[in-house]
């Protein structure tokens, strides 16, 4: 009886034993470090006669096309293939046996057809084809990835839809990326979507979609981040984002919108980011959006801030306006916002703006950033009414940090231009037209950083600086005319300090000239000096020369005689039989001078 069921046993475990083994067969893999795989495949291209792999393997992003290395940032081994025709590829990949990478990135090569046993022996957690012309995959051809496959990414390539995807293999994806490619319609009567349930991210941009039907990601209960960007959507309608309950991000920018409206009835509840840019939009109206922190709605047609009709629960905190057609701003304009308590930041760059009501940002005063470049801004302070004469459109904003006004028409920064900024540390107002600032423009303002460069500014009044010097980290006043012949050096001089301990400095125009200048006057200074001591020393040799000159003028004659005759004698050979007494007195009176510049 023991022996049955000792036999039994043996049994249970061959046929156990034979499980694993079709198990591992079947499903299992090996971890082979990059050495061994790149062993791997310089054998495959010696049996096939290639110059150099299809493929390589790597452990670190140092051999990625330059669109492509930015994307890359984990460490552990991944497989590239760029710049190779399909066969090759094939069957370097299939002389691996289950390998587990981190990535397999395919780009820049021929792979118009991917076959069905192309990821055979290979077992990525991300798979990326791009730039490769791909437009058909073979039936299977992601049965044996599908399970560890996380990351699909087919930007740039010739898919015209969903359908070459469709397989119940990619069910555990959670990021799908078809950027730029040829698909121009989201069905959801064939269920497209359908196979992605576990899909976060999305991305569609640079497309041709021009038709996204109601209903078309109502699968998508756990999507995050949506990207329709660079399509042909030309409207909205309130069942199309249906099931896209927990949608955070949506990039719409680059469509051709030109009237949005997000209302109560759509399910974007959590969205955080939308981003409208480069539309045709004139109006834009987001009802009760509790959670959107950023609207993005730059280069459209929007006349007023006030078209932006923000309704409810408005807890918006970064608003972009840039490059539109907004002319003036007034308070009416800003007053919808005045629920976004949590707006810090708004930006209006780049529009016609002329005109800004002196109260106009008093909805707005918990604003941290406020950017106004590229306008038509003359003044900071215009006229509020005849009782109260000029006031700053800045007076209500008491805790900005930092104000960008470059590129715009300011002349002048007066006394109170900026007087309530009190928490003020960055100010740009390069390239404007300013010839004046008040000595008082910056005083109790903690700047540090200040550019004023491509101005008109001949000079600056003394102690301008004086409260943001301990603070000041960044100066840029270059591009300026100064006038550097001036009774006033401090400003070089005040630069010259900061430049110590500045990050990034410009020169005043001027400080070179002073340079040049102080050490011209050195140079004269030691010249002078020079020339007068010598005279001092040439006033003393006459002097000396005179005194001598009085004791000679005292000898008695015999001296005088012999003092000559010497002088003749060295005279001698240059003198012929013929010596007149002409020569004779000339004689003498080359004496004398010899005597004084010896005595010299």
């Not at 490059?323 to 304009?333: A, G, M, S």
């Not at 109790?444 to 491509?454: H, K, M």
Request: charged share 20%; aromatic share 8%; proline share 4%.
């Amino acid at each position: 009886m023991s022996i049955r069921n000792n036999l039994r046993f043996f049994q249970v475990l061959l046929i156990l034993l034979a499980f694993l083994l079709e198990y591992y067969a079947a499903y299992g893999t090996e971890v082979l470090s990059c050495t061994e795989i790149n062993d791997v495949f310089t054998k495959v291209a010696k049996e096939n006669d290639l110059a150099f792999p299809a493929c390589q393997c790597y452990y670190n992003p140092e051999f990625f096309p330059d669109y492509l290395s930015s994307q890359v940032s984990t460490p552990s081994p991944w497989i590239g293939c760029g710049r190779q025709k399909m066969p090759h590829v094939f069957k370097t990949l299939s002389a691996l046996n289950k390998t587990e990478i981190s990535k397999l990135w395919i780009w820049d090569s021929l792979i118009n057809i991917v076959p069905a046993k192309m990821f055979l022996q290979v077992r990525p957690i991300t798979l990326s084809i791009q730039h490769s012309g791909v437009s058909v995959f073979r039936p299977s051809a992601f049965e044996k990835i599908g399970s560890n496959l996380k990351v699909l990414e087919l930007r740039h390539n010739l898919l015209k839809s969903f359908e070459p995807l469709m397989s119940d293999h990619l069910r555990n994806l959670s990021v799908l990326d078809l950027a730029e490619n040829k698909i121009s319609k989201v069905f959801i009567g064939k269920g497209q979507l359908a196979f992605f349930p576990e899909l976060e991210t999305l991305v569609l941009n640079d497309n041709r979609l021009s038709l996204i039907e109601d209903g078309a990601f109502d699968c998508l209960k756990n999507l995050r981040i949506l990207n329709l960007a660079g399509n042909n959507l030309t409207s909205v309608k309130s069942e199309m984002f249906d099931g896209l309950e927990s949608l955070e991000e949506l990039y719409l920018q680059n469509n051709n919108f030109v009237n949005f409206r997000l209302t109560n009835r759509m399910p974007l509840r959590n969205l955080k980011i939308l981003n409208l840019e480069s539309n045709k939009l004139s109006v834009i109206v987001l009802e009760r959006m509790a959670m959107l922190e950023k609207l993005v709605l730059s280069k459209n047609n929007i006349a007023s801030i006030k078209d932006v009709e923000v309704v409810d629960n408005c807890n918006l905190k970064m608003l972009t306006l840039d490059h539109n057609t907004i002319k003036q701003i007034r308070q009416v304009d800003l007053a919808q916002l005045q629920q976004c308590k949590s707006l810090e930041v708004l930006s209006v760059a780049g529009n016609m703006v002329k005109y800004i009501e002196p109260n106009a940002f008093k909805p707005l005063n918990n604003l941290k950033i406020l950017s106004l470049d590229n306008n038509e801004i003359t003044a900071i302070s215009t006229l509020s009414n005849i009782t109260t004469g000029n006031c700053s459109f800045l007076y209500p904003l008491t805790v900005l940090e930092n104000l960008y006004l470059s590129n715009n028409e300011i002349t002048k920064i007066s006394k109170n231009d900026l007087i309530t900024l009190k928490s003020l540390k960055v100010l740009d107002l390069d390239s404007n037209q300013i010839q004046e600032v008040s000595p008082e423009a910056l005083r109790n303002l903690s700047l540090s950083s200040l550019y004023l460069a491509n101005n008109r500014l001949s000079n600056l009044p003394k102690g301008l600086f004086d409260s943001a010097a301990m603070y000041i980290e960044r100066i840029d006043l270059s591009g300026n005319p100064w006038h550097c012949i001036s009774n006033e050096k401090w400003l070089p001089l005040w630069a010259e300090k900061i430049i110590d301990h500045t990050l990034r400095s410009s020169l005043v125009g001027c400080i070179k000239s002073v340079e040049k200048s102080e050490a011209h006057n050195s140079m004269i200074t030691v010249i002078a000096g020079g020339l007068a001591v010598v005279s001092l020393l040439s006033l003393f040799a006459i002097a000396f020369l005179y005194f001598e000159d009085g004791r000679r003028m005292k000898h008695v004659p015999s001296d005088l005689l012999l003092l000559v005759s010497d002088v003749d004698d060295a005279r001698q050979p240059l003198n012929d039989e013929t010596t007149t007494e002409k020569d004779t007195s000339l004689s003498s009176n080359t004496a004398k001078k010899r005597v004084t510049f010896d005595g010299v």
